[in-house]
């Protein structure tokens, strides 16, 4: 049997998007260019997927673009805005606790001259609105922050960063990467007032290949690819129907189920920070992340890629950090300035609607087994 805790790192595609994405692939084959009866059905298909999307988050359909996957969006935003605020200046804020996706293309603008502010979080992962409006200039093209971590859960306070910026008549747009914030907290895109946001289909339970991208009305941000126009001339290239429609019926199915799996995930973070006190004595939370699906924890003195192996030989998923580093140390959780050995302990579990308190029983069994059998070895 296999417990899969690594819902951070991508989710099971869940039946309604599964048969949305097959009654997609073969009924609804048409080009929704074609002006034919096929090309309007999957034409309509598009139309009604954005109508989902925009109304899980607040926003109008003309203000959401599909795109391949949170990590396209997320450069789109920010190169987009840039290039868009070029005459407002070249320096940007974001956080030193941002996705990869948002960090990199900020160190590439540092290579062409721009000047870019990584705020610190404090010990628990957190980032305020304070630190913002210290670090906000004149010439302050865009702010990008995230809405929730993905590797501590902490969800960072971006509604008031939106008020900073307009009570400072800053003309920094907003970027918000909510790719772990979309359907786990509760939000619409004007009660951040953000400009942009970010979406990724597969962490809802979606299928790979699929994301979004909000652009509030008014803000005209430069085309990504340039082609047939599609996207309204902002994002050309043929459009992934199915992927969409499943997108949709996944979204549909957590707007549906979103309450009862609020409180089911928070229960179910609960219950294994309950059993880690009582099993794991030497066991730590990290940060505070209040997001109920993520939950960082400590085992110092382990190796955490050690104990990723061994709990996958016994068929529990978790992740030593963010999946994208691939082994490297995560730099969430070097700015938090653990010390090594906390460091090196570092283990992601992450939760959805489908995993019960088995799940979290035989990652405790998992856990106090490597404490057993792994200890020695690593001491
Ligand atoms: N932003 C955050 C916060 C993420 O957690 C991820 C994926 O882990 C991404 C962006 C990238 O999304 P995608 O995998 O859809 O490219």
Redesign the pocket.
């Known amino acids: 049997m296999e417990h899969y805790l690594d819902n ?3 989710t099971r595609v869940c039946p309604a998007a599964v048969a949305a994405a097959v009654a997609a692939m073969e009924n609804n084959f048409g080009n929704p260019s074609s002006r034919h009866e096929a090309g309007k059905r999957a034409e309509q298909t598009v139309k009604s997927a954005r109508e989902v999307i925009a109304k899980a988050l607040g926003a109008d359909s003309g203000e959401v673009v599909f795109t ?7 450069n789109w935003a920010i190169r987009g805005a840039v290039e868009r605020n070029r005459r407002v200046g070249k320096h940007i804020i974001t956080t030193a606790i ?5 960090l990199v293309p900020c160190r590439q603008l540092e290579q062409q001259g721009y000047e870019v502010t990584y705020l610190q979080p404090d010990k628990q992962g957190n980032v305020t609105a304070a630190q913002v409006a210290e670090a906000l200039r004149e010439d302050t093209a865009l702010v990008s922050v ?6 501590l859960g902490t969800v960072l306070p971006v509604a008031e960063i939106a008020k900073v910026l307009r009570e400072r008549r800053s003309k920094a747009l907003l970027h918000c ?5 979309f359907l786990k907290v509760p939000f619409t895109v004007k009660e951040l007032g953000v400009d942009l946001l ?1 979406i ?4 809802v339970h979606a299928p ?1 290949g699929i ?1 979004a991208l909000y652009i509030r009305k008014g803000v005209r941000l430069p085309a990504y690819l340039l082609g047939g126009g599609q996207e309204g001339g902002l994002r050309s290239g043929t459009e992934p129907v199915a992927q969409i429609a499943a997108f949709a019926a996944a979204v549909e199915e957590g707007m549906k189920n979103f309450a009862a799996e609020q409180a089911h995930l928070t229960d179910l973070k609960a219950y294994t920070l309950a059993r880690m006190n009582e099993l794991l004595p030497n066991a730590k939370r990290v940060g505070n992340g209040e997001a109920p699906h993520v939950l960082a924890i400590t085992l110092p003195g382990y190796k955490s890629e050690v104990v990723v192996r061994f709990l996958s030989g016994r068929g529990v998923y978790v992740s030593s950090g ?3 580093h691939k082994g490297k140390p995560s730099h969430v959780f070097a700015a938090l300035k653990l010390d090594k050995k906390q460091l090196d302990g570092v283990l992601r579990v992450s939760f959805c609607g489908d995993n019960t308190k088995e799940d979290v029983d035989a990652l405790m069994e998992g856990l106090v087994q490597a404490g057993q059998q792994l200890f020695t070895s690593l001491s």
């Open positions: 951070a790192a991508t391949s996957c949170g990590t396209e969006s997320d941002e996705h990869d996706a948002v995230m809405l929730v971590n993905n590797e990467d909510a790719v772990q914030g970010s990724s289909g597969h962490k790979k994301g963010s999946a994208c």
